[in-house]
């Protein structure tokens, strides 16, 4: 059901496009943007698109869809979420019909299904409004992931004070090196991805589209390593996802490693290095298994945690 004032705003679009906000797409590749895994094709689909939401020729808002032969719309495959971004707070009634406006122009490109991966709730603070909006225009939940945060700039700086000298106490005693770096060479992969194999651990990331990520933007991208006796025994991967968050995206720990507090000790790490960056959050991720919530790591990221907030997947046939 569309209210009198999406009506309005949905009537203006159609007929006086450059006095209201219009919609404007793109190819993938003519815009730069902050999160910047969403210019990144995939081989799985034809074409890549930006739906712009503009008024008076600035952005208000954007999302991208991956445009798959079958005619399926998806934001993003590949990425750890696509969905919406509002650039300036956006009323109700004008983020409802950029949502009605994207379907339509979705219909009329022969596309049959729409997926998107909304960001959590740090990433995009119109997330409720958002997701309220997409349940009242038909889409449904397929999926919800929990991601665990760490907010506030202050609030890093202070958690850092704090923990600093008992770590460095810490990797004194037990002959410990943990550091920082950006990344000169991505051979740390294939130690990530056996060690964890050798867990038990289902590993799915792809090595050839990280390298290609890693070498467009290096500035975006950091190694954390855990050092002992000179040979590494665990790496984890950062990523500025956007300008002013960190995200924890790939960790593995060799499991013959007696050092049995190496996860705290890497994630230690991303703080320092979360300062070092200025960001005003750090984004752990999420703690699923295949059959449920993974509750032991969940309270272990509940030490490094002051909030949790979901990652839900819609879906909506059109």
Same mark, same amino acid.
């Given at each position: 059901?569309?209210t009198?004032?999406?009506?309005?705003i949905?009537?203006?679009?159609?007929?006086?496009?450059?006095?209201?906000?219009?919609?404007?797409?793109t190819?993938?590749?003519?815009r730069?943007?902050?999160?910047?895994?969403?210019?990144?094709?995939?081989?799985?689909?034809?074409?890549?698109?930006?739906?712009?939401?503009?008024?008076?020729?600035?952005?208000?808002?954007?999302?991208?869809?991956?445009?798959?032969?079958?005619?399926?719309?998806?934001?993003?495959?590949?990425?750890p979420?696509?969905?919406?971004?509002?650039?300036?707070?956006? !009323? /109700?009634? &004008?983020?409802?019909? =950029?949502?009605?406006? +994207?379907v339509?122009?979705?219909?009329? $490109? @022969?596309?049959?299904?729409?997926?998107?991966?909304?960001?959590?709730?740090?990433?995009?603070?119109?997330?409720?409004?958002?997701?309220?909006?997409?349940?009242?225009?038909?889409?449904?939940?397929?999926?919800?992931?929990?991601?665990?945060f760490?907010?506030?700039?202050?609030?890093?700086?202070?958690?850092?004070?704090?923990?600093?000298?008992?770590?460095?106490?810490?990797?004194?005693?037990?002959?410990?090196?943990?550091?920082? !770096? /950006?990344? &000169?060479?991505?051979? =740390?992969?294939?130690? +990530?991805?056996?060690?964890?194999?050798? $867990? @038990?651990?289902?590993?799915?990331?792809?090595?050839?589209r990280?390298?290609?990520?890693?070498?467009?933007?290096?500035?975006?991208?950091?190694?954390?390593?855990?050092?002992?006796?000179?040979?590494?025994?665990?790496?984890?991967?950062?990523?500025?996802?956007?300008s002013?968050?960190?995200?924890?995206?790939?960790?593995?720990?060799n499991?013959?490693?007696?050092?049995?507090?190496?996860?705290?000790?890497?994630?230690?790490?991303?703080?320092?290095?979360?300062?070092?960056?200025?960001?005003?959050? +750090?984004?752990?991720?999420?703690?699923?298994?295949?059959?449920?919530?993974?509750?032991?790591?969940?309270?272990?990221?509940?030490?490094?945690?002051?909030?949790?907030?979901?990652?839900?997947?819609?879906?909506?046939?059109?």
């Open positions: 059901m569309i009198s004032e999406t009506y309005s949905l009537k203006s679009y159609k007929k006086e496009q450059p006095k209201f906000p219009c919609l404007r797409v190819s993938t590749v003519e730069d943007k902050d999160y910047f895994l969403s210019n990144f094709l995939t081989e799985s689909h034809q074409d890549q698109l930006d739906f712009v939401w503009e008024k008076n020729q600035k952005t208000k808002a954007s999302i991208t869809f991956a445009i798959s032969k079958t005619g399926e719309a998806i934001s993003l495959p590949q990425a979420f696509g969905g919406f971004w509002i650039y300036e707070d956006l !009323s /109700s009634a &004008s983020l409802e019909t =950029f949502i009605l406006a +994207i339509e122009e979705l219909i009329q $490109r @022969g596309i049959h299904s729409i997926s998107l991966v909304q960001s959590p709730k740090p990433y995009n603070p119109q997330f409720d409004l958002i997701n309220y909006l997409l349940f009242r225009n038909g889409f449904e939940q397929a999926k919800v992931i929990c991601h665990h760490f907010l506030g700039k202050k609030k890093i700086k202070k958690f850092v004070q704090k923990e600093s000298p008992r770590n460095q106490k810490k990797t004194t005693n037990s002959s410990l090196k943990v550091s920082h !770096s /950006s990344i &000169s060479n991505l051979g =740390f992969l294939k130690d +990530i991805r056996s060690w964890n194999t050798l $867990r @038990g651990y289902e590993v799915t990331f792809d090595e050839n990280i390298v290609q990520q890693v070498s467009s933007h290096p500035e975006r991208y950091f190694l954390i390593a855990i050092i002992h006796n000179e040979e590494a025994i665990g790496y984890s991967l950062a990523v500025k996802l956007t002013d968050s960190l995200y924890y995206f790939l960790s593995g720990i499991p013959k490693s007696p050092i049995k507090n190496a996860g705290e000790l890497m994630l230690n790490e991303l703080f320092l290095l979360a300062v070092e960056q200025k960001v005003n959050f +750090i984004d752990l991720g999420s703690s699923d298994l295949e059959e449920g919530a993974n509750h032991s790591l969940m309270f272990f990221k509940s030490r490094f945690s002051n909030d949790t907030c979901n990652k839900i997947t819609w879906s909506k046939k059109i």
